[in-house]
């Protein structure tokens, strides 16, 4: 994969990391505000807490399996078109769910989270 396609793949996952962690704190912000009876300052460090670690360790999961599979794997950038693609996300959300599983356990036995 050229200097120039990692570059665009990395670029791409990091817009797409900031994108999920607004969208992120934005739903953890409405539901925890109303339930908790927070001012707005209070509730939006509660949402912060509550999805920061979760969304890291699940990206953690998806992207270092992606990775593996466009950088050793395939050696190529995978695209949407492809049936491989969509064979790799599987694998990758699955080890994303493995990743997040236990911070959320902790994060839900600590208080910060609520359970569903």
Do not use: H
């Not at 460090?45 to 953690?60: H, M, N, V």
């Amino acid at each position: 994969m050229s200097f120039y396609n990692r570059n665009c793949l990395l670029g791409s996952w990091i817009i797409d990391y900031i994108f999920a962690f607004l969208v992120g704190i934005f739903f953890q912000y409405f539901s925890i505000k109303p339930m908790k009876k927070l001012s707005p300052g209070k509730a939006l460090k509660a949402a912060l807490k509550a999805d920061s670690l979760s969304l890291g360790f699940w990206q953690l999961g998806m992207y270092g399996w992606m990775a593996i599979a466009f950088f050793l794997i395939f050696k190529q950038r995978l695209e949407a078109n492809d049936d491989r693609f969509w064979w790799m996300m599987q694998i990758g959300m699955l080890l994303g769910f493995c990743t997040a599983f236990p911070i959320n356990w902790w994060l839900i036995k600590k208080g910060i989270k609520e359970k569903m």
